[in-house]
């Protein structure tokens, strides 16, 4: 893509209200603009970057074999009302009448009407095991939204919901969605703990939380130096706190809760009457587990660990490019055309790129690069002066390593830098 | 994907309040299911085919230099009291208040929302022209919902909206955009007629149609056989109705539309004081364009114009799987062990395959025919007794044409009927 041809719309000022790093840089950087309370435009980096996670998060779940499909937003109450919940969940439940005095909600999450879904389709245990999501829009009418994506009102939710025959096959289910998340957490290039959130479940799993590692992280979080043990320190007993099982050291940390895996059981089922055949002819409801992540949320909680003074710095997969050829003087021929002739090249390999090919008086180089630090593409290649003498300059947006590269086998150069 | 593994419910039984083909194909052969009037589920197969039509408006709107953007369904009344719109729009325009008492929509289209998000961020000619669009779900309280995605209330649409410095451009972009979606509807293997859809314009351009050709079309429209003349048979005066410029002859057809394309000029971005600063040093409104095509609306078009009586006949581009691979016994291993190694190697090329591997007794070779037919993938290959003779069947759905094909060279002979 070319900049000039984008509606990237970056800025210097802080925006009043945001206090959060990530929100101000998601502000500042032109991914996201504010509409009101809680509710955000996403401008072209943020859909592009917002579909690359939803993409990774979507390949992840196809591979563990889940079904996905889509649910409307405008949930009909009467599926809340089967379950006792149109009743328990207090004002967050965005609720409203339709023309005709018909009550739905606009859906925070949809144990109801995955559960209705499937017991109009799935009738015998032939039929299972069944996973099935869907990455939508969800509504959560917080009290005080704040922190951007962090905790907006109107966000991208990825919401699984898995159906079984029995509690064993669940639990299996259950461990292979937490494989799952770590393949998610992992290609996404986020340091990361997998916690027990359930006090009673330790030892037990009756509810995992996946934190991304974060300084402003909202929980805290104990983990050891020596196993991949975590908790919620909210769980943990005075005695839990002393000394995992492993025997290694614990120490406190603060994590962003970015997923969330539970083991439902036939909470949901049992009152819905969502059952089916067994082998033994006899009618069940069926087993369940629920799977979360928070799609647009991870993208605040990308930033939040990865960021420094100048702006953000996205990992590979998460980037809405993977490099930013910089021209410095897009009006000299020379180097628009170096810039031109990498630029279908990266592109021709399959790289993700951007050409700032801005060429206005304002937008000189400096201002070029000081995008590039704020959008926080991993890569740039500048192409200046030094063109003409065969050379042009790759940075490295993690430390802003620099450094000189041959125009001679450029392209191979740079492939290998990004591998 | 293997049938085993999906949710893929199909029925024989026409649902009860279903009269319009699509709408009982789409029911019946497992690509939606009804949660409420007007309210869809995507299920899986409906979600793979919604997928794959949105990717082709999406990658050819791109090369057109369009700009994706992501908006929030609920939007703030307020942005649609600065039109004046809040009061004019009916009944089908939801609204609602938040837990705070602050009125609220949800969008049945966003012209207010983008003129808002582009008054924000562009400030100069130079930043003109700009075409931004999101793919996103909206809302229309329909008195009477009904025809299945023909007619929802919550249906996925795609909403460009085109923002220039003068008429002049705005058309050059109107021109631009009726190319396009004409390679859109190309691609998506449809017959349509763009036609004028406003009476003053013909002749000149203020707003056309995309009509999808199809007998239950409400529309009616007149076509030319020598030119491709096309007008709604409402905007003709009587004069017209015999006489199209290129002189060949008028006939009446049924269509369905599926995309609309107009020329707005200033009526939103003046009331909603969305200016720019001209060449000249002066604040002028944006001179804008808006183009809709109805996504979601593009599944039913398609079922409209391709189906027989056995189910749907999916186009090549818009089907969720290109190739059924049907195993007449899946107890039998020579068959399973052919079907799994072609669909290995079909997968290998690229193409989108489905294995039917159910092998449960009810599911028997004529199931999965009917199955095969109802959901309606362009081809088939039957893999049964005479593969131990070298001998498998290929059905392409269009017409049901059946011929015998030898193993060798399997793939290739397939992937040159596919071609």
């Not at 983990?223 to 943990?236: P, R, S, T």
């Not at 005695?239 to 970015?258: N, R």
């Not at 083991?263 to 819905?272: A, F, I, K, R």
Request: charged share 30%; proline share 3%.
């Amino acid at each position: 893509m070319r900049f000039s041809r984008m509606l990237i719309p970056t800025t210097k000022e802080t925006p009043n209200d945001a206090v959060l790093t990530s929100h101000i840089l998601l502000l500042r950087a032109g991914f996201i603009q504010s509409i009101g309370s809680g509710l955000y435009n996403f401008l072209p980096l943020g859909k592009i970057t917002l579909d690359k996670v939803r993409q990774i998060v979507k390949e992840e779940l196809d591979k563990a074999g889940c079904n996905e499909v889509h649910l409307p937003i405008v949930t009909p109450i009467t599926l809340w009302e089967e379950t006792g919940r149109a009743d328990k969940f207090g004002k967050e439940l965005l609720r409203f009448k339709d023309r005709h005095e018909n009550n739905f909600v606009l859906s925070p999450t949809n144990e109801e009407a995955m559960v209705n879904l499937v017991r109009q389709t799935v009738k015998s245990y032939k039929q299972l095991p069944l996973n099935v999501y869907q990455i939508n829009w969800k509504f959560r009418d917080e009290v005080r939204p704040r922190f951007g994506l962090m905790r907006g009102r109107e966000f991208l939710m990825k919401d699984a919901y898995s159906f079984h025959a029995t509690t064993e096959d669940m639990e299996r289910e259950f461990a292979l969605m937490e494989e799952t998340y770590k393949k998610i957490f992992t290609r996404l290039g986020l340091a990361f703990r997998v916690v027990e959130a359930d006090s009673g479940a330790i030892g037990g799993a009756g509810s995992k939380e996946f934190m991304v590692l974060a300084d402003s992280g909202e929980d805290t979080i104990m983990v050891c130096d020596a196993c991949d043990f975590g908790a919620n320190v909210e769980v943990l007993s005075e005695d839990e706190k002393v000394c995992p099982k492993c025997g290694g050291g614990l120490s406190q940390t603060k994590g962003i809760e970015a997923g969330h895996i539970f083991q439902l059981g036939t909470v949901y089922s049992e009152p819905m009457k969502a059952e089916f055949l067994d082998e033994d002819q006899k009618l069940k409801p069926f087993v369940m587990g629920t799977y979360g992540i928070g799609v647009s949320r991870l993208l605040a909680g990308i930033i939040e660990q990865n960021h420094d003074e100048n702006g953000c710095v996205w990992t590979k997969e998460s980037a809405p490019f993977l490099v930013d050829i910089i021209v410095a003087k897009a009006k000299n021929e020379e180097q628009m055309a170096a810039a031109e002739k990498l630029y279908a090249e990266l592109q021709s390999k399959g790289v993700d790129v951007l050409l700032d090919d801005r060429a206005d008086k304002k937008t000189g180089f400096g201002v070029k690069i000081k995008d590039f630090e704020l959008i926080g593409i991993p890569y740039a290649v500048v192409i200046g002066n030094d063109v003409s003498e065969g050379k042009v300059e790759f940075i490295t947006r993690d430390g802003l390593q620099k450094e000189s590269l041959s125009t001679e086998n450029l392209v191979e150069q740079i492939l290998e830098k990004l591998a």
